[in-house]
T-cell receptor, first 111, second 114 residues
Framework: DTGVSQDPRHKITKRGQNVTFRCDPI?????LYWYRQTLGQGPEFLTY????????KSRLLSDRFSAERPKGSFSTLEIQRTEQGDSAMYLC?????????FGQGTRLTVV | AQSVSQHNHHVILSEAASLELGCNYS??????LFWYVQYPGQHLQLLLK??????LVKGIKGFEAEFIKSKFSFNLRKPSVQWSDTAEYFC????????????FGGGTRLMVKP
């Protein structure tokens, strides 16, 4: 499968712990996006990279969230001091032009 | 800021029934419009997209959508649904911004009864 890959698929963590998710985009795609989806809602944009540069961040991305894309390849999304409100599906997408391809997401549960 | 509304949250249809899912957006400028589908346990997949030209666009699996600029709408249609169309459907827009970030509607969960 040469689509967008996310790891892990599921993560359960205790409140206050830090978590890190990984996204491997489609190899020739220079754009990478993170979205968050809560139950019963559509995905909400978090942040966007073009190559290794983080060009846009949503106000949803609090100071506890940080994303990186070293060398313009894979990306990581870290959440520090997790809160119950962080429980959601975190989706990664990549694109070369106007069509975004999504991964299957990482489902985070904060207990 | 742009927003997208999908008024039908849950739709239940029998096989062979016709489908129309509503999507309205609020943004005064040029928009690109998309419908994504998420089958159970799978990732979001693009059904169809509209950028310009013919406002009636055809997508995969017999789906089509019509862009009506005056109504800020981009409704999804299929003449005859199948059980395999059971999924969640998301309308999305971007404003043609440099990053092409998408704003999604809340989704419509479709169940097709065999």
């Amino acid at each position: 499968d040469t689509g967008v890959s996310q790891d892990p698929r599921h993560k359960i963590t205790k409140r206050g712990q830090n978590v890190t998710f990984r996204c491997d985009p489609i190899s020739e795609h220079n754009r990478l996006y993170w979205y968050r989806q809560t139950l019963g809602q559509g995905p909400e944009f978090l942040t966007y990279f073009q190559n290794e540069a983080q060009l846009e961040k949503s106000r949803l991305l609090s100071d506890r969230f940080s994303a990186e894309r070293p060398k313009g390849s894979f990306s990581t999304l870290e959440i520090q001091r997790t809160e119950q409100g962080d429980s959601a599906m975190y989706l990664c997408a990549s694109s070369r032009d106007t069509e975004a391809f999504f991964g299957q997401g990482t489902r985070l549960t904060v207990v | 800021a742009q927003s997208v509304s999908q008024h039908n949250h849950h739709v239940i249809l029998s096989e062979a029934a016709s489908l129309e899912l509503g999507c309205n957006y609020s943004y005064g400028g040029t928009v690109n419009l998309f419908w994504y589908v998420q089958y159970p346990g799978q990732h979001l997949q693009l059904l169809l997209k509209y950028f310009s030209g013919d406002p009636l666009v055809k997508g995969i699996k017999g789906f089509e959508a019509e862009f009506i600029k005056s109504k800020f709408s981009f409704n999804l249609r299929k003449p005859s649904v199948q059980w395999s169309d059971t999924a969640e459907y998301f309308c999305a827009v971007n404003s043609g911004n440099a990053g092409n970030m998408l704003t999604f509607g809340g989704g419509t969960r479709l169940m097709v009864k065999p």
